[in-house]
């Protein structure tokens, strides 16, 4: 006969990835400081060059 049933699944090793983990990835950790140095640039601009 044709054993059909599934086996255990296995249990997750470690805790579900979340915000912090996202955050340490470099490509999204330069994207972040590009924006946040376009926006420095813009409010250094505005206040001392207006």
Excluded: K, N, W, Y
């Amino acid at each position: 006969m044709l054993d059909t049933s599934r086996g255990q699944a296995p249990a997750p090793s470690d805790e579900p990835r979340g915000c912090l983990f996202a955050l340490s990835q470099p490509p999204l950790m330069i994207f972040l400081g590009v924006i946040g140095c376009l926006l420095l640039m813009a409010a250094v601009h505005d206040l001392f060059l207006l």
